[in-house]
């Protein structure tokens, strides 16, 4: 990829990554891959780098910079998150770059020491309010703690209504395109979300608070230049608009997305037959649904779905007096996404003993979705009267979603 000017003396430095299918471990799927976003800016006296890349990526960043400018003439280097997907560069840089100074935030100096070791770096830290002048360009600082770590910030330069908020507004999507005209718009904006669901879904309310002090601090842009993935230069509002939505619990708009999420394992297909039972009545009532078993689709993808939906149902046999260790991650990953404002369900069968019903509902109600009273648990495989009771919590379920 070669480097791409985003505004007149800033460029993109970053390296597209087109085969990670793992992220953050493996709690987040990237199907298709990511990019590390890293931005030159030339002033008229002095250059700053903004962000570095994973360290892998290292080369590919060097080689970007070196066709663009000497190294050594790099004054500054902008670190607006100390995570390693974005700092992993950082010590080469520094090294081929002998008199940049770092900026970043407070919250970033000492885990910035702490990753890389006190390798003597003359580091500045800015608050919220303080700028670098670059001549010409003048990049402000606004910290964002929790968006999604402490440390975190966004750059902006009103010169170029240019926004870099580094994670923040950013998806996970390799492309041989940087921006938003370029690519697809279905595509772009399913990979948002379930960027949003996956990583920032907790923070809704920061996330909301921020974008409102960004309107009375009366911030200009017209570009959104995330640390991950594509551009926002054609219709950045598109994106804001979206995490206003996501943050209070609004599906995007001209989005048709399930109202209901079902996830489910089976051992001998009793607890599938369930699933299946509350699937058909919900969609006969008139509900739009989506059932996942769990043992088949990953469950990033399902957090996705979840974010929008205004219902989960869990289904799960018994083994071990516990639900399937299979829907563990999921249901503890929800405890600490905390979805705001679901409704939820929950059922199962068990053979000799049961026991995952109730976990399921404790689990559910943990995550903070408000669980329906009583739930369906049969004993080994549903008969005609098991199946009604599945059916019945569908219609209970579709009439406290229109009560809602
Ligand atoms: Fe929080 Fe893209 O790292």
Not at 101 to 107: A, E, K, L, M, T
Not at 147 to 158: A, E, K, N, Q, V
Not at 264 to 280: H, P, Q, R, V, Y
Request: proline residues 4%.
């Amino acid at each position: 990829m070669a480097v791409v000017e985003v505004k007149p003396g800033v460029h993109w430095v970053g390296a597209v990554d087109w085969n990670v299918r793992q992220f953050h471990g493996a709690t987040y799927s990237t199907h298709r891959g990511t990019t590390y976003n890293a931005y030159l800016v030339e002033g008229e006296k002095y250059t700053a780098l903004v962000d570095t890349v994973h360290a892998p990526f290292t080369d590919v960043l060097v080689g970007h910079l070196e066709s663009l400018i000497d190294l050594d003439k790099i004054d500054y280097v902008v670190v607006n998150h100390v995570e390693m997907d974005h700092t992993g560069a950082l010590p080469k840089i520094m090294e081929l770059c002998p008199k940049a100074r770092i900026y970043c935030s407070r919250r970033a100096e000492e885990p910035l020491k702490q990753h890389f070791g006190d390798l003597g770096w003359d580091m500045t830290t800015v608050k919220t309010g303080d700028t670098l002048e670059l001549g010409g360009k003048t990049i402000h600082f606004i910290e964002a703690p929790m968006l999604h770590w402490p440390d975190s910030m966004f750059s902006f330069i009103p010169e170029d209504k240019l926004l870099m908020p580094n994670d923040a507004f950013g998806q996970h999507l390799a492309s041989s395109q940087r921006f938003d005209d370029e690519v697809d718009n279905a595509i772009l904006m399913d990979e948002a979300a379930k960027y949003y669901a996956n990583i920032l879904l907790p923070f809704n309310a920061l996330v909301a608070r921020k974008i409102k002090e960004i309107v009375e601090m009366g911030i200009e842009f017209d570009t959104i230049a995330p640390a991950h993935g594509i551009i926002w230069r054609t219709n950045p509002n598109q994106i804001i608009e979206a995490y206003v939505n996501w943050s209070g619990g609004v599906e995007t708009p001209g989005r048709i997305s399930p109202e209901v999420v079902i996830v489910f394992d089976t051992m001998w297909n009793s607890t599938e037959l369930m699933a299946e039972a509350i699937c058909d009545e919900l969609s006969v009532l008139g509900c739009r649904v989506n059932l996942y078993n769990i043992g088949k689709t990953d469950y990033s993808d399902i957090i996705r779905e979840i974010l929008e939906a205004k219902a989960v149902v869990f289904g799960s046999p018994t083994m071990n007096n516990a639900m399937l260790p299979s829907l563990s991650s999921l249901l503890d990953a929800l405890k600490g996404l905390k979805p705001q404002g679901k409704l939820g369900a929950v059922f199962g069968s068990h053979g000799w003993r049961g026991g995952a019903v109730k976990q399921l509902a404790s689990s559910l109600a943990e995550a903070g979705i408000d669980v329906l009273e009583t739930g369906v648990e049969v004993t080994w495989v549903p008969d005609s009267e098991d199946i009604a009771a599945c059916r019945d919590l569908a219609r209970r379920l579709d009439e406290a979603l229109k009560t809602k």
